[in-house]
């Protein structure tokens, strides 16, 4: 089994600098990292490549976040096609700097909530058409989403991939928003003897902690530092009990910190990176 581990966007201490981030993370034995392309498409395809040529000789594993402005299941034409325009050139810099995935939030149910789960597969479709017409090889990774106004739970997602049927479409794994949209519930176990149905040779997860509201009294989606809810160690245990091989994102505000963190509870459990 294998564990890669690193955060989500460029670490704390490279001020907001790729390449140094990249260095960095090596200096301190993490060995992933997640190009945050959520507010805009930053590189161009020249430094795209760059940038992947400086993570493979570091032996850093890259995957990229296509930008939020994303709704599958609009009742808009125009953001139909800017959705897919955002996906593409996400999946098209993914490509050039050989990260494997590219992460986004599908859509919302709107209006169209009966007609989300058929809207979301004719378009997803598309897309993949489109990327195997230019030789994209990085995967799209659906990601599972926290709020119930959002299309992605766990079901829905595997249920779409299992339809689907094509090797560049897969599924990341949101801990914390499983959790949230669980109403503060997660059972470890359970989301992974799901996974079985899509036979993964690797898992693509996002982790951090989220906040409890105490006037509404539940969890909400807002990433906290890794500290209680939900549980990283019963994770990092039903991970190494099951020998899975899984990228393992931070999403908590503290990013490489916590990565370090994870570490450190898969070392204690016996894990040697």
């Known amino acids: 089994m294998k564990i890669w581990l690193g955060p989500a966007g460029n670490a704390i201490s490279a001020r907001k600098e790729t390449a140094a981030s990249l260095k960095y993370l090596k200096e301190i034995d993490l060995n992933a990292q997640e190009i945050e392309f959520v507010r805009n498409i930053y590189l161009n395809k020249e430094k795209a490549r760059k940038i992947g040529e400086i993570a493979k000789s570091l032996g850093i594993k890259l995957s990229v976040h296509a930008p939020y402005y994303i709704n599958l299941n609009s009742e808009k034409t125009q953001v139909i096609k800017k959705s897919k325009f955002f996906i593409l050139e996400s999946l098209d810099r993914a490509n050039e700097m050989k990260a494997e995935y590219v992460v986004i939030h599908p859509a919302y149910y709107g209006n169209l909530k009966t007609k989300a789960y058929e809207n979301v597969k004719t378009r997803i479709l598309e897309i993949l ?19 119930k106004s959002q299309f992605g739970s766990l ?10 049927k094509n090797k560049q479409l897969t599924i990341c794994i949101d801990f914390a928003h499983i959790f949230v949209r669980n109403n503060g519930k997660i059972s470890y176990s359970e989301i992974f003897d799901k996974l079985k149905d899509l036979k993964l ?14 006037n509404k009294k539940e969890f909400v989606d807002i990433h906290i530092p890794i500290n209680s809810h939900p549980p990283f160690k019963d994770l990092a245990k039903e991970i190494l009990k099951r020998k899975v091989n899984i990228t393992i994102i931070s999403e908590s505000p503290a ?4 990565s370090l963190k994870m570490k450190k509870v898969f070392e204690k459990l016996g894990y040697k990176f």
């Open 155 to 164: 079901d829905e997602l595997i249920n779409l991939c299992k339809e689907i």
């Open 129 to 147: 058409d489109e990327a195997k017409e230019r030789g994209i090889k990085s995967k799209l990774a659906l990601e599972t989403m926290g709020r």
């Open 201 to 214: 040779k690797q898992i693509f997860s996002h982790f951090s902690n989220v906040k409890y509201n105490l």
């Open 255 to 258: 990013l490489e910190k916590d």
